[in-house]
C-alpha cells in the first residue's frame, strides 16, 4: 500500500513541474542555436554548451562531486572552420543539403575531372594524374566526426540531385586538426533520503556532430538535446522529491567521436562504479510514436520485465522493443565494467538523423512526458 501511495504521488508531483514540454522545448531550442554551432568542436561549441548546462544544474540546485560539475579531459578531433565551396560541372553547391565533405579529410583548393570508376563512385584527376579524391553517390547524406585524418578525400553527394553523369568539380575546403581538443563531462547529484552511498544514474551525450565550414552546422535536437532535456527534466523533479537512493545525472561529451566521454569517466569515475544499483542512458527522445526501444533488455531480463509491465498497465507507449547488448551509445563502458543498465531511445516519428535536419522546429516530442513517467516509475521499482 505504501508503494502504490509513493507512486501516485510521485505521479502527482511530476505532473505539476511538468505539465506540457515547455522547459523541454526551452532546452531544446537553446542547444540546437547557432551559438553553439552544433555541439561540436568549431568555435567551441560544445564547451559553450557545457557552459549553458552547468548554469543550468546550478539553479535546478544539484549537488557537486568536488569543486564542480565539469570533469576534464581530451582528445584528438579534425574540424573545417574556414570556407567551403564545392561546385560541381558548373553548379554551386548547398553543403548538408547536396553533399558532405568526409570528415577524416585534409585541405583541398583544386579542380578535378571526374572518371566514372563504378555506378556511385567517381574518381579524381587533376589533368595530369589521379588525385587521391573521390566522389560518391549516397541516398541519404549523414555527418560523423573523425579523430583521424585520411590521406583519401571523399565527398558524398545526394544521389537523387544528381541524375546525370558528372564531369568535373571544383573544391575549397581547409580542415583544422586539433590535437588535443580540451573537452568536459558534467556531473551532479541529488542526495538520497535514505542510501546517499548508493546511485541511480541517468546519462546522455549533450555534444553532437559541429559544423562544416562557416555557414553549415548540425543542430542535434533528436540526437541529443532531447535526451538532454529530459536529464534536467528529472533532476527538477528528484530535487523537489528525492529518492531514498541517491540520483546523479552524468552529461557526456565526445559520443559523438567514438564514445570518448564515456569512456573516459568509466575509467575515472567521480563516485565507484560498485555503488551503481542501475543506469539508464538516454538517447533520441524526440519521437515514440512507434514506442521505445530497450537495449540490454535481454542481459537484464529483471529489470526489462519490470518495465514493461508498467507499461502494459500504464499504456505510456505503443510497444516496448527488446535488443541485446550492443556497443551503440554512452552506456556501453559500464555495463563492460558490471554495472547493470539500459539504453533507450524512441522510435518513429521524423527520421532527421546526423543531418542538417534534425532540428528543434520539426521534432514532436509524441511521447516526452509519457517516457518522463514511465521512467520515473521503473526507478521507484528496481
Same mark, same amino acid.
Given at each position: ?20 514540454? %515547455? *522547459? ?6 537553446? !542547444? ?35 569543486? %564542480?560539475?565539469?570533469?576534464? *579531459? ?17 553548379? %554551386? ?53 573523425? %579523430? ?21 568539380? /571544383? ?25 546517499? /552511498? ?16 562557416k555557414d553549415t552546422y548540425f543542430p542535434g535536437a533528436n540526437d541529443n538535446a532531447s535526451g538532454v532535456s529530459v536529464l534536467l527534466n528529472l533532476a527538477k ?27 573516459? *569517466? ?49 499504456? *505510456? ?56 513517467? !514511465? ?8
Open positions: 500500500m505504501k508503494k502504490i501511495i509513493f507512486i501516485l504521488v510521485s505521479f502527482f508531483c511530476f505532473n505539476l513541474y511538468c505539465q506540457d514540454t %515547455t *522547459y523541454a522545448r526551452q532546452v531544446i531550442k537553446k !542547444l540546437t542555436a547557432k551559438e553553439f554551432l552544433g555541439r561540436g568542436y568549431v568555435n567551441d561549441g560544445v564547451n559553450k554548451a557545457a557552459a549553458y548546462l552547468s548554469k543550468e544544474l546550478k539553479t535546478i540546485g544539484l549537488s557537486k562531486f568536488g569543486k %564542480t560539475y565539469s570533469q576534464n *579531459y581530451a582528445f584528438s578531433v579534425n574540424t573545417f572552420p574556414g570556407a567551403m565551396s564545392v561546385i560541381l560541372d558548373g553548379r %554551386t553547391l548547398v553543403a548538408g543539403k547536396h553533399y558532405l565533405i568526409y570528415p577524416s579529410a585534409k585541405t583541398i583548393k583544386a579542380g578535378f575531372q571526374l572518371f566514372k570508376k563504378d555506378s556511385v563512385t567517381y574518381e579524381a584527376n587533376d589533368g595530369r594524374r589521379p588525385f587521391p579524391l573521390e566522389v560518391k553517390l549516397k541516398k541519404k547524406l549523414t555527418y560523423t566526426v573523425e %579523430t583521424e585524418l585520411s590521406d583519401i578525400t571523399t565527398i558524398e553527394l545526394l544521389k537523387d540531385s544528381f541524375p546525370n553523369e558528372l564531369k568535373t568539380i /571544383d573544391v575549397i575546403f581547409e580542415n583544422k586538426w586539433v590535437p588535443s581538443f580540451k573537452c568536459q563531462n558534467l556531473c551532479g547529484f541529488i542526495k538520497g533520503t535514505q542510501h546517499a /552511498d548508493s546511485f541511480i544514474v541517468f546519462t546522455a551525450h549533450y555534444d553532437h556532430l559541429g559544423a562544416m565550414g523533479y528528484y530535487k523537489t522529491h528525492p529518492s531514498k537512493y541517491s540520483v546523479a545525472f552524468i552529461f557526456f561529451s565526445g559520443e559523438e567521436a567514438g564514445l570518448l566521454g564515456s569512456k573516459y *569517466y568509466s575509467e575515472h569515475p567521480v563516485f565507484p562504479l560498485s555503488k551503481i544499483k542501475f543506469l539508464t542512458n538516454l538517447d533520441l527522445l524526440g519521437t515514440g510514436d512507434d514506442g521505445i526501444m530497450v537495449v540490454n533488455a535481454t542481459v537484464f531480463k529483471e529489470q526489462f520485465n519490470t518495465l514493461n509491465q508498467i507499461n502494459n498497465e500504464r499504456n *505510456y507507449v505503443k510497444q516496448i522493443k527488446q535488443r541485446g547488448k550492443a556497443a551503440n551509445s554512452d552506456h556501453y563502458w559500464f555495463t563492460e565494467k558490471g554495472v547493470p543498465g539500459f539504453f533507450i531511445y524512441t522510435m518513429g516519428g521524423i527520421t532527421a538523423y546526423h543531418d542538417i535536419y534534425d532540428i528543434e522546429r520539426t521534432l514532436p516530442l509524441s511521447k516526452y512526458m509519457e517516457v518522463c513517467k !514511465l521512467l520515473i516509475e521503473f526507478i521507484s521499482k528496481i
